[in-house]
């Protein structure tokens, strides 16, 4: 609707300036007239970029003008562009102002190419006074702003935007570009000043809407000032304005951990969201009834989590362990490893055993071990892990993962031999067998490295484990081994690579393997017919019986 | 025409006929003008102006004039005097001071103008030589271009060459040889210029020779001018890459007597001598035609070349260029190339091998020598070409049934000791090196028949070199920058040094942005970030470059919970207030593609709020985020760090240059566990420099920590060159882009930036004669190799010695950059600016030699050692003035 009542406002301003200039024409045949529409049609271009709120009425007025009036605005055109800024603006103007006709043409005047320079025009504009309406006045400043950021005169359009935010009217959208000119310039203080401002003059009752932002634009421009216990203070002050029996609220509190964080003063924090805890119903129940299953909310949870995390790192360990127990109750199994110390420390380990006790219903040992290994526990975590086992041989992941732990303690210079024991046990696992391989590789140990992979089966053989096997046959001089790797990286792919093809042909032409001619005679028919690399890899192969053997030789 | 036009015609061509009646005239110097360089193209190469002391320049040539001024060298307008191009201001001149012209006979977009009409010269005054003068041309060159000049032509020059003498004394003026004056010029001009004396510009930009009546003619005429004391600058042609035939035409020229320069007929300013430009490339020929074989070639930078050779050739100043083997036009046109290696993974039709066996003659006739790694010729007939011309024996392919294979003999040398050295039957060729060439490894091997077989693997020769067999494992036998050195044969040339600054080796580290947000297990899990800044960043005072990812700081990534974002930008905010961390960007959301199209950014969450998705926001966009929130006043963001193991497109890369941002790739650096004392230590050859790679992720737990803590510990108390990521790599760039141009055997100019401040030598070059150097402070020597330190400026003129040097003051070594305002035989004033304490030795000073200096105004002595060293310990931020002194006996007695 307003789209289209625009339309039909803009085509009747149109269409009254078309009116106008046939008027005109038909009334006054002599010389100056033509002159006059030639300056109105001049006028009503240079008008057509402006704001929409301001053309049609611009256009009607211009439509409406008197010669006297187009010959003023006619030389007020071939004035520079500084004397049409300064008569539109601070002197007396071809058009009396405050008029649509004026406003439009100001606008048309700051966005022109040879426009006056933007720290000469928003003086101006703002000397502008009663000449110019203080919407327009601010629209006009923003657009000037825009182009000096647009220049790279940041420090320029902070300061006009700062110039913005001093107009009664200007709303709270003026004072967020402000905050996103500030950044831009890099100076917070400029707009922390403006926000302090409209907070100090903010309504009590009601609160404006935009009142939270402003608290939080606050903190975040204090901190981006580097002014970060002015931020806690800001903060913990709120805080300590809130009555005995009032709810603390989240976002207020939430401020004040960011602030306090930063200021290095975490540690007042704890009791403000103990009391914000104490609001919660799940904070009465008992470290069995959460192990049991009650169910916390995220919000509460969140703030157990910070409460707790402010404690530990303030060495506040009783209030951090009862923390991470209640966590640890309801299933966040990160913080375990962590507990592990901090029970010990507060003697609370027996709170701890139940706890991984009733975890271990819920979770598998594997679970709760890895999660205790993944927070620096590894001893622990192993412990768990090979009491857990000592029932159960076969356990395949469980013994893997034992293993894994047992490299980590026991450091890389062990890793063969423990993954040699684990290899005892389950001799076909392949991630175990790879790993040994890559060990065995790393400690220059080719052959075994390829004696080590040449036991896992062909199906369960990926592409890098096959290179790394063939690189390794290479070394050695293993023909078959190299048949093997090379034959299977050719079957693997389902658009195998033209150096491995390559490859492929070079070694049946040493060394026929009758597996990997087949293989190679396939992969051909796949290439493009007649291709010369067809051709190239199509050699014929020497058909002998490929010997295993070993020419490694020591210099000399 | 107007009474002031009149006045000023008759004024000026009055003048110089008093001037010729008196024969009186003030000749300008033209200093010393060794070297001539001429470029008509209207953009010349800014950095091929810095080599030369004299530059005939197109008169409208966009060139930085002031650089070249301030160390004395000379711009000179090459004016057409008879001819004018339609529609330039000249043009528009001439018919508006009505100067008669005719239509040129042969380009129809020039005229011809008539020098013999009065108001000839003063058009030329106001067209041409004012606006030159204006624009800061040290003089001018007058041409009469391809115009017949006669007697009257000639008299026209002499007045106007009077003319320009008179009105602008202190300008250097040559005249075209070609105009046919002689020592009657020696009154108004410095000399001539003669463009083409044995050889001219032919038909499409071919070179033909000059008759040789005409030549001895020329060459006369030039001794009789050279007898009046004038001085003759020619200019001769050869074809691009033909380094034999430029070599030549230098050499005929210095003979007659002139200062010569060698170019292209195109005149667009190709120096082919007589300062020859050291090529600094090696083509590689790699893959294979995509039509051809159906399947895709692998990328350049996956080739055996540039995961083996790459580091080597690089250390040796060379600069790898890839090329597909892609139709039968595979090869370069012109040998503009040092060297020639064919990658293993060559694979060529029959056609283009025998095309590629067709070529090899021509890199011998042009001594460049060829890296052979595989054998790329399995067609018959081609293979019979290129063995012959290798003079390789044997068959050259691989054998058959081998049962058992065995070394035949090796030269230590070029072997590492590295690796155990090991005869391997796979790839085993039956192939003989050419009777002269020198055996590095050769092995021999049996059949299952009992027959014997013969593979020379490894070995160098007159054509080049050659590394068969499988090139991974035998490169890995081998010393390369040894044997590659042999290769490349040629004598020592300077190479940018990218290891080393001031004499130390190089230190720069930075952090990935990975794990920035996560938690840590340390008590109260802090975030990785928070642990890193308070555990390693605060604790040692070196340059760390930290990067950040903008989407994860915004908590737009996968997983990341809102509500986080203002402790998160709180945190990198904290760190690059650190005055030892400087920021980097490692992109918006570290994608794994970098194509140019519109869609490259990774997957974030439903909270993301970036309308644009492509190169532009990963680049440009996330350092406006971290210049805009995250950075103290006074520090900006100039490095990409690509994001782990993500390839920069060529798009990419080119985009970053457009904005001048300097970028660095993440995985080339010493680990985090790499980094032992051992592991780093100064005593061998320095192949890279000292890199410490992390990233936030390695603070996650104490393990971690205690690694960061180790290797940040070994990095402070070895002696390094600590530096920025962003000054390393914009000294990589720059090392790249350096060229070397040599003046004798022992004399070289290198033009660069001033980014990468440091040349190598072997040691036995000699040392730098400090006395004609120019733009070098100090060298010192290191494990067989000299490194030269410049001062960073866009020319550095190096000139060695291999006799001992009278004393003179050099820096030897400097834990930090050096700013030398003053640097003479006795005495040097320098600024240093560090985050420690600077370590500084300087050389030169006699054996206990005395050394005064003023460190920020306050005065110290120290003594030279017995080597006349001096070992200073500046403050961090430092105006120093130095001074050198006898040895304290001495000055007494005096």
């Known amino acids: ?556 | 025409m107007s009474f002031s036009h009149r006045f000023c015609f008759f004024r000026l061509l009055l003048a110089p006929c008093f001037l010729l009646l008196t024969g009186w005239v003030h000749a300008a110097d033209l200093g010393p003008a060794e070297t001539l360089f001429v470029d008509l193209s209207q953009q010349p190469d800014q950095r091929s102006l810095a080599a030369f002391d004299l530059c005939v320049l197109h008169p409208h040539a966009v060139a930085d004039m002031e650089p070249g001024h301030a160390r004395g060298a000379r711009y000179l307008a090459l004016l057409d005097v008879a001819q004018v191009r339609l529609g330039t201001r000249e043009a528009v001149l001439a018919a508006a001071r009505s100067v008669p012209s005719i239509p040129h006979v042969m380009n129809g977009q020039m005229r011809q103008v008539d020098c013999n009409a009065p108001n000839w010269i003063a058009w030329m005054v106001e067209a041409q030589i004012d606006p030159a003068a204006r624009r800061g041309f040290d003089g001018f060159v007058l041409r009469l271009g391809d115009m017949k000049a006669d007697a009257g032509y000639r008299r026209a020059l002499l007045t106007l060459a009077a003319t320009v003498r008179q009105r602008y004394p202190d300008k250097a003026l040559l005249l075209d040889f070609s105009a046919g004056l002689d020592a009657s010029a020696s009154h108004v001009a410095d000399g001539f210029l003669a463009l083409g004396v044995f050889t001219h510009a032919g038909r499409a930009g071919s070179v033909e020779w000059t008759p040789v009546v005409e030549t001895q003619k020329i060459a006369r005429r030039i001794r009789a001018v050279q007898m009046q004391g004038m001085r003759v600058f020619a200019v001769d042609y050869a074809m691009q890459g033909d380094r034999a035939a430029a070599r030549e035409a230098a050499q005929r020229l210095a003979v007659i007597g002139a200062r010569p320069f060698i170019t292209t007929p195109g005149l667009k300013g190709v120096n082919l001598g007589p300062l020859v430009e050291i090529s600094r490339r090696v083509l590689v020929l790699h893959g294979w035609d995509e039509r051809r074989a159906g399947r895709a070639a692998p990328e350049a930078d996956v080739t055996a070349t540039a995961r083996i050779l790459q580091e080597p050739l690089e250390w040796l100043g060379r600069d790898l260029d890839f090329r597909l083997a892609r139709g039968l036009r595979f090869l370069p046109e012109d040998h503009d190339f040092s060297a020639v290696i064919l990658d293993p993974s060559l694979c060529l039709d029959a056609e283009q091998q025998r095309v590629l066996a067709a070529w090899l003659p021509s890199l011998a006739a042009r001594g460049i020598p060829l890296l052979l790694t595989g054998m790329p010729f399995t067609d018959e007939a081609a293979r019979h070409l290129a063995l012959r011309q290798f003079e390789i024996g044997g068959s050259a392919e691989i054998v058959p049934r081998l049962a058992k294979a065995d070394i035949a003999s090796l030269d230590r040398q070029f072997l590492t000791s590295k690796m155990p050295l090991v005869a391997r039957a796979l790839g085993f060729l039956d192939l003989a090196a050419p009777p002269a060439a020198r055996i590095v490894l050769a092995l021999r091997g049996a059949d299952s028949l009992g027959h014997e077989h013969r593979f020379d693997q490894v070995f160098l020769t007159h054509w080049g070199a050659a590394c068969l067999g499988s090139f991974e494992l035998t490169a890995a036998q081998i010393d390369l920058p040894t044997f590659l050195a042999s290769w490349l044969g040629e004598s020592a040339m300077p190479v940018p040094d990218t290891t080393t600054r001031e004499g130390r080796r190089v230190f720069y580290s930075h952090v990935s942005s990975v794990g920035f947000s996560s938690a840590s297990t340390l008590p109260g899990f802090p975030l990785c970030a928070e642990v890193m800044r308070d555990r390693i960043l605060n604790r040692y005072l070196l340059p760390v470059t930290v990067s950040v990812c903008e989407a994860d700081l915004r908590g737009w990534l996968p997983g990341q919970q809102a509500g986080n974002e203002t402790l998160l930008e709180h945190v990198a905010r904290s760190i690059f207030e650190l005055p030892q961390v400087q920021a980097a960007s490692n992109s918006f959301s570290r994608p794994k593609h970098w194509g140019a199209g519109s869609e490259i950014t990774s997957r974030l969450n439903e909270r993301a709020q970036s309308a644009r998705r492509d190169m532009e926001r990963e680049i440009a966009g996330s350092m406006a985020y971290i210049h805009r929130r995250l950075l103290p006043v006074g520090k900006e963001v100039n490095l990409m760090l690509w994001p782990g193991d993500a390839k920069p497109s060529t798009e990419a890369l080119r985009f970053c240059e457009t904005l001048q941002i300097a970028q660095l790739s993440d995985g080339t650096h010493t680990a985090v566990g790499d980094c032992t004392v051992s592991s780093l230590s100064d005593d061998s050859t320095r192949t890279r420099p000292v890199a410490l790679r992390c990233s936030f992720e390695d603070a996650h737990d104490s393990r971690g920590i205690a690694a960061l803590e180790k290797a940040f510990d070994v990095c402070a108390g070895l002696p390094l060159h600590a530096m920025t990521a962003a000054a390393y790599a914009a000294s990589v760039n720059d090392a790249r882009a350096t060229r070397i141009l040599r003046v004798s055997d022992q004399h070289w100019i290198i033009i660069n930036r001033g980014d990468c401040r440091t040349l190598r030598l072997p040691i036995s070059a000699g040392v730098p004669d400090m006395a004609k150097c120019e733009g070098v402070s100090g060298y010192t020597t290191h494990s067989g190799q000299l490194y030269i330190h410049t001062l960073g400026r866009e020319r550095t003129e190096i000139v060695l010695t291999s006799s001992q040097q009278p004393s003179r003051l050099h820096l030897v070594e400097s834990s930090a950059q050096v700013e030398f305002m003053e640097i003479t035989s006795r005495r040097a004033i320098f600024q240093v600016r560090s985050l420690r304490p600077v370590e500084m030795v300087f050389g030169g000073f006699e054996p206990h030699g005395q050394c005064s200096y003023l460190e920020n105004g306050r005065p110290y002595t120290a003594t030279a050692n017995a080597e006349g060293r001096v070992h200073l310990d500046i403050a961090c931020s430092a105006t120093v003035s130095l001074q050198m002194q006898p040895p304290a006996l001495r000055a007494a007695m005096r």
């Open chain 1, 1 to 556: 609707m307003p789209c289209f009542r625009q339309f039909a406002l803009v085509a009747t301003s149109y269409t009254a300036l078309a009116v106008a200039i046939g008027w005109r024409l038909h009334a006054n045949d002599a010389p100056q007239a033509k002159e006059a529409d030639h300056g109105l049609s001049e006028i009503a271009a240079c008008i057509h970029d402006v704001p929409a709120e301001v053309r049609p009425e611009a256009m009607c007025q211009l439509a409406l003008l008197t010669n006297a009036e187009v010959r003023a605005l006619q030389g007020w055109l071939k004035a520079d562009s500084e004397q049409r800024l300064r008569r539109l603006t601070v002197l007396s103007g071809p058009i009396h102002a405050p008029s649509a006709l004026n406003t439009a043409l100001l606008f048309s005047e700051i966005d022109r190419a040879d426009a006056v320079p933007a720290d000469e025009a928003w003086l101006f504009v703002s000397a502008a006074g009663e000449r110019l309406e203080e919407a327009h006045k601010i629209a006009a400043l923003e657009r000037i702003a825009a182009r000096a950021a647009g220049e790279g005169r940041l420090d320029l359009a902070l300061e006009i935007h700062q110039r913005v935010c001093e107009f009664p009217t200007a709303g709270w959208e003026k004072v967020l570009a402000l905050v996103d000119a500030s950044h831009a310039a890099r100076r917070p203080a400029a707009a922390l000043r403006v926000v302090q401002k409209r907070l100090a003059a903010a309504p009590v009752n009601p609160v404006p809407a935009w009142h939270e932002e402003a608290m939080d634009l606050q903190i975040t421009l204090l901190l981006e000032g580097g002014r970060y216990a002015e931020a806690a203070r800001f903060a913990l002050d709120d805080l300590r304005s809130l009555k005995p029996g009032d709810a603390v609220p989240m976002r207020l509190l939430q401020r004040a951990v960011l602030a306090t964080r930063a200021s290095g003063a975490s540690a007042e924090m704890l009791p403000w969201i103990e009391r914000h805890l104490r609001s919660y119903p799940e904070h009465q129940l008992a470290l069995t009834d959460i192990a049991g299953g009650k169910p916390l909310s995220a919000t509460y949870r969140h703030w157990l989590r910070e409460s707790a995390s402010i404690a530990d790192r303030n060495h506040q360990g009783s209030i951090a362990c009862d923390g991470y127990l209640r966590l640890a109750a309801a299933g966040e199994t990160h913080v375990l490893a962590r507990l592990q110390v901090l029970a010990a420390q507060t003697g609370r380990s027996s709170e701890l055993q139940q706890i991984v006790a009733s975890l271990k219903q819920k979770l598998s040992v594997l679970e709760i071990s890895q999660a205790l290994a993944a927070g620096g526990a590894t001893a622990q975590a192993r412990e768990m892990l090979a009491a857990s086992l000592a029932n159960e041989p076969d356990h395949r992941a469980g013994w893997r993962l034992l293993t894994k732990f047992d490299v980590t303690l026991r450091g890389d210079a062990s890793a063969g031999v423990l993954w040699m024991e684990f290899l005892k046990r389950f001799p076909d696992d392949v991630p175990a067998l790879i790993e040994l391989a890559r060990l065995q590789s790393a400690d220059a140990q080719p052959m075994q490295a390829l004696r080590t992979l040449s036991r896992i089966p062909d199906a369960e053989f990926d592409e890098g484990t096959l290179r790394q096997m063939f690189a390794l046959a290479e070394k050695v001089g293993d023909f078959s081994a190299a048949h093997r790797a090379l034959r299977l990286l050719v079957q693997g792919q389902a658009s195998p690579s033209f150096a491995d093809i390559m490859a492929l042909s070079a070694l049946n032409m040493q060394q026929a393997d009758d597996a990997s001619a087949k293989v190679l005679t396939e992969v051909l028919a796949k290439l493009p017919a007649g291709s010369a690399m067809r051709k190239m890899a199509a050699l014929p192969p020497i058909a002998v019986e490929a010997a295993v053997f070993s020419t490694a030789v020591e210099a000399k």
